[in-house]
């Protein structure tokens, strides 16, 4: 019930490609769903987040597809860049509960 | 900006000794996270604390413990090194249980 399933765990994108990450999860009490990157040698970073009232949110080249009914949500990368090449994690909460993170995506784009 | 920063960056202990692990942020925050990072499992909460002297313990507290005398630091102790504990520790700060700040890590290797 407090996973959070993640998938794929490795994605190569050419240059321009859309990249997309897919989550779901179980406990539907959940109301804070955050994606952080994580360049190598460095700490997680949030990127985006959306709460369950609605089903999209963009920031940029980055969007969030919030699938309510299906218990899924996942990040599509629009035209990414090689300087998206990261390892992505989604993760969920509950009020101000502890997050609860995916296994990770590590994301290669290529030129 | 915030900064959360973690005493070393790479750590190599012996089986046995009794291992610490620094982190300090300096945005006030309240609350402060220890989690381990291992390929394939993602981010894993060890330990976390809501306010100075407070502990609470994570997904996996087994073989840790845990120190917070001031809020701004929050250290990570492994009482009796073994090699299963031969990871990546991430330290994090957040203001509210929704964003959180990470350090850059400390890899720890026991050998």
């Known amino acids: 019930q407090q996973q959070v399933k993640q998938s794929p765990q490795s994605l190569i994108v050419q240059k321009g490609g859309i990249s997309i990450i897919n989550c779901a999860y179980e406990?539907?009490?959940?109301?804070?769903f955050p994606w952080y990157q994580q360049f190598p040698g460095k700490g997680p970073a949030l990127l985006i987040a959306?709460?369950?009232?609605?089903s999209e949110k963009k920031e940029g080249r980055f969007t969030i597809s919030f699938n309510k009914s299906a218990k899924q949500f996942s990040l599509h990368i629009m035209d990414s860049q090689p300087g998206d090449s990261a390892t992505y994690f989604c993760a969920a909460s509950m009020g101000t509960d502890k997050l609860i993170f995916g296994t990770g995506t590590r994301l290669q784009v290529f030129p | 900006d915030v900064k959360v920063t973690q005493s070393s960056r790479y750590l190599v202990k012996r089986t046995g000794e009794k291992v610490f692990l620094e982190c300090v942020q300096d945005m006030d925050h309240e609350n402060m996270f220890w989690y381990r990072q291992d390929p394939g499992l993602g981010l894993r909460l060890i330990y976390f604390?809501?306010?100075?002297?407070?502990?609470e313990k994570g997904d996996i507290p087994e073989g840790y413990s845990v120190s917070r005398e001031k809020k701004e630091r929050f250290s990570l102790i492994l009482e009796s090194a073994s090699t299963n504990q031969t990871s990546m520790y991430l330290c994090a700060s957040s203001p509210d249980s929704y964003e959180q700040y990470f350090g850059p890590g400390t890899r720890l290797t026991v050998t």
């Open positions: 604390s809501y306010d100075v002297k407070m502990k």
């Open positions: 959306i709460r369950p009232d609605v």
């Open positions: 406990n539907t009490a959940f109301d804070y």
